[in-house]
């Protein structure tokens, strides 16, 4: 059973439009949310987190909007850049818990130039 | 941030062999280090964390007979992979929780493990 889902497995955007990759979660005490970026054979890295007392959080091109009614997240990039092809994750968490990350499956963009 | 490096990058095997990969916390004291384990196209599926000074929390399903991790200091655990078969041929990651509320972890660059 999957509590985190990330049902589209790739999308392509052109250069300088806007990228939005979307996350479903299923445990409604999920109540922190992160998205990871990872290149090919290395670690994810940190991108940018929201916590459940918040519906929007930016940071430069990237901005999460967390709708917890409809246990939906979303990760907008803008303007995509040939460099943000990746693959993204979505991970959620219980804030002060035991700090495990349940992650998706990922999202595989492509910004072409 | 945390920087998080692994050893091996790569390590190539033969079945029944065991294969050793260390994690180490460079510029972070880490109580807690989690391991993951990705198959191509899958998540990252969190396989065990890592307590130092005392026994990893495993998660359902994993053996750990079969994964051995120690984390006898703040900045190190090893996962030790023990007679390797070939469908534990996978990319293994580690991570260094920070402790704080925010539950963000910093993650080393991955060990990809060929069993053969």
């Not at chain 1, 939906?72 to 818990?97: E, K, N, T």
Request: aromatic share 12%; charged share 20%; net charge positive.
């Amino acid at each position: 059973d999957q509590q985190v889902k990330q049902n589209s497995p790739s999308l392509s955007v052109q250069e300088g439009r806007i990228s939005i990759l979307n996350c479903d979660y299923t445990n409604s005490m999920f109540d922190y949310f992160l998205w990871y970026k990872k290149y090919p054979a290395e670690g994810p890295t940190f991108l940018i987190s929201i916590s459940s007392i918040k519906d929007k959080n930016e940071d430069g091109r990237f901005t999460v909007f967390l709708n917890k009614s409809a246990k939906h997240l979303s990760l907008h990039i803008v303007p995509s850049q040939p460099g943000d092809s990746a693959v993204y994750f979505c991970a959620a968490a219980f804030q002060g818990g035991s700090e495990k990350l349940v992650f998706g499956k990922g999202t595989k963009l492509t910004v072409n130039p | 941030g945390a920087v998080v490096s692994q050893h091996p990058s790569r390590v190539i095997c033969k079945s029944g062999t065991s294969v050793k990969i260390e994690c180490r916390s460079l510029d972070f004291q880490a109580t807690t280090m989690f391991w993951y384990r990705q198959f191509p196209k899958q998540s990252l599926m969190l396989m065990a964390t890592s307590n130092e000074g005392s026994k990893a929390t495993y998660e359902q399903g994993v053996e750990k007979d079969k994964f051995l991790i120690n984390h006898a200091s703040l900045t190190l655990s090893t996962l030790t992979v023990t007679s390797a078969h070939p469908e534990d041929s996978s990319f293994y990651i580690c991570s260094v929780g920070l402790q704080s509320s925010y539950n963000e972890q910093f993650f080393g660059p991955g060990t990809r493990l060929t069993v053969l």
